[in-house]
């Protein structure tokens, strides 16, 4: 990580005595996926972007602790009180804490029609197109296995993005060299602004307020990493943080990883399964984990991705409060039906919340329906009910739940799926999940929490 260590006016070391006082601006949030066959680790980077453009990276750990749930901040105005002394990631945090809101109001929520431009860049050294712009025009259309299907379907019908388009090919000014140092990071800054700079002529980004973000296409390899997340930038006269994503060809072939980065752009982080290693690409129950097992292909648009978590879908606001119920306090729930977290227009839950008692606010557990069926679910490990631990200062908040001991290298396993018969206790005794029978739509379950169950992880019909 050679590029975004400190864009200010003062060396890194010294900058804390500078800001004695909390500094504000708002915050970008960018997560690097590599390319699968390298085995390289993901990155991720928190950016604050002061009212005079200056960038200060922010250490990322210390970003997630410091603000409790650094990703309910993304794109927001916040306040960032600064501790010492620096680390080799970024400036050391004590505190982030949201500021005053009324002066983002460029910077909506994710909601209704999130309009999107793809601009296709080449780099001044290579002339290759990969993709004709008939191929990157047509992600957008409304057919099963393109974008605006999946995020219509993905978010109960929350979101469409009606009205993208896609614009190029536009040549850069500089080389890919320039951008992609030799052994370094790519320089994210400079192709944002090269690539947006390029398409300025063809796109309007301030049509209908300004446009939600932009998906960059590169005609190159970039660092061996696709990038998704926000950019703080004025765009025709816009100032906001656009949801932003940057694709090598590998990224852009398959709509799987270009939903998996799109995610990362409206604020997702990754998933995670619980077998404890450093691989966040484990988890084939959502594409904010593994965007490739399990996957569906299309003949046109490659591997497709599967939908995301509840908790990835309620943290855009994408499920109703009926469709949600939280169990905080003690006693046997019988009789509740789930269904499947894919289902448009159910009438029963769709998302438990379950909290022990005696965790922070930022601990918790979610229990959801999946089933397979359909464009994007067609290849699921199974039908069950999938159960995740949430943990809003880890770097992966939801890590599904294996019952498998140890937990298997991918979750897309048995001890991962609850099935009819089956049940998990909460490894600290906090409570018991039990699937009593299949319905047409899911499942009907039950949940006792607090006192009855035991300090054994238990599954009928299931040995580890």
Known sequence: MTTLRLLSLCPLLLCTSAFAAPIEGRLELTWGDPDPVTGQESQFRVTLVDDAGLRYALDPQQARIGAG??????????????????????????????????RDGNQPNVAGTTVWATLLCKFSDIATEQKPLSFFSGQYGNSPGQLDHYWR?????????????????FTLPQPRSFYVPSGGSANLNKLFDDCTAAADA????????????VNM??????DGFAWGGGRCATLDGINKCWSSTWNPPWSFNNSAPLSHEMGHAYGLPHANNSDGDTNPYDNPWDVMSDAWSNAANDTTYGAIAKHISTWSRDKLVFIDAARKRTIDVDGVYSNLLLDRASLIGSTNLQMIIVRVAGAPATRYYTIEARKRGGKYEANLAGDAVIIHSIDTTRGEPAWSVDATNPPATTSNNEGSMFKVGESWTEPANGFTVSVDAATAEG??????????????????????
């Open 153 to 169: 379907e993905v978010s109960y019908n929350k979101i469409n993005l009606v009205g993208s388009a896609a614009y190029g090919w």
């Open 202 to 213: 063809s796109v309007n980004f301030a049509a209908n307020g300004g446009l939600q973000g």
């Open 69 to 102: 749930d650094v990703y309910a901040l993304a794109g927001k105005r916040v306040a960032v009180e600064l501790a010492a002394p620096a680390t080799t990631e970024g400036l050391a945090v004590q505190a982030i804490v949201a500021a005053d809101p009324q």
């Open 443 to 464: 499942f009907r379950i039950s949940v006792t929490r607090g006192a009855g169950g035991n300090d054994m992880i238990f599954r009928a019909g299931f040995q580890p």
């Open 217 to 222: 296409m590169f005609n190159g390899d970039l």
